[in-house]
């Protein structure tokens, strides 16, 4: 018995490889080479409320890392050269990015690299252990500007449209002009920081880690991710349409703290549920 076992560890580091020596060095030049970038990035954390929770993306990617620490080393494979090729591609966007000043892209190449040298210095086999891991770093980076603009001003109107249209389906009589809303004698405007794209990015890691520990089929996964989007409107219309009604059935000031943050909690409990409900239906189709 003792032979046997000492057999199949044998085989099991002859399958798999082992860690080359050095292998933290390329892993310290990334962080040097971009340095710059991160502190850039962890400062867009802090200065910008909209990602705010890039904070906690690295934190929980190494989360999920370390609850796969078993399963990772006994998938540690020999030097795959074909990593080379990401990491080739991560660095031509570096440099591209680098000279036009687009910082998205900078970022991104990061995410590109890292997966080339994990690919590069372990195999195949461990990129598919650790894909999830790796590409959720991918949260932890602005959308470019353009797009955030881009898709806020849509996000206010439809926000307004659909709450006063349920505001009127109650017989409250409301009117909008654009993305305000009258009501009796008060006026709501849902502005930019309202308009639902602040909770759609939070909401869209929310779904990734959710969808990928919660359920086993991949194609579950996806529609669950997928449906980040349309339950991040839905809440912030519930936000919206509860901030109404407090301000006309109880005369309360929304727009004051504590007030605005408790409705702003409301858009990640209604997500928050509607999430739970979608992965329990996917559940109960794919598995």
Known sequence: MIRLSMENVNAVKTNSGTTPRGWWLPFAALALIYLPALIDLVVNWYEDANYSHGFLIPFMSGYLLYRKRQLLAANVGRIDASGLWLVA????????????????????????????????????????????????????????????????????????????????????????????????GITLEVAEACSGIRSLVSLAALGAIYAYLTLKHNGARTLLFISTAPVAIIANVARVFVSAVLAYGASVDVTVEPTHSIMGLIVFVVAFILLALIAGLLRRIFE
């Open 89 to 184: 591609a991560g660095m031509f966007l570096f440099i591209v990015a680098n000279g036009a000043a687009e910082y998205f892209t900078i970022r991104f190449s990061l995410v590109v690299t890292l997966f080339g040298l994990v690919y590069f210095l372990f195999g195949s086999k461990m990129i598919r252990c650790c894909w999830f891991e790796l590409a959720f770093l991918v949260f932890m980076i602005p959308i470019p500007y353009v797009i955030y603009y881009s898709a806020t001003l849509p996000m206010q109107l439809a926000a307004s449209k659909i709450t006063v249209a349920t505001l009127n389906l109650l017989g409250a009589g409301a009117v909008r002009q654009g993305n305000i809303i009258h009501l009796g």
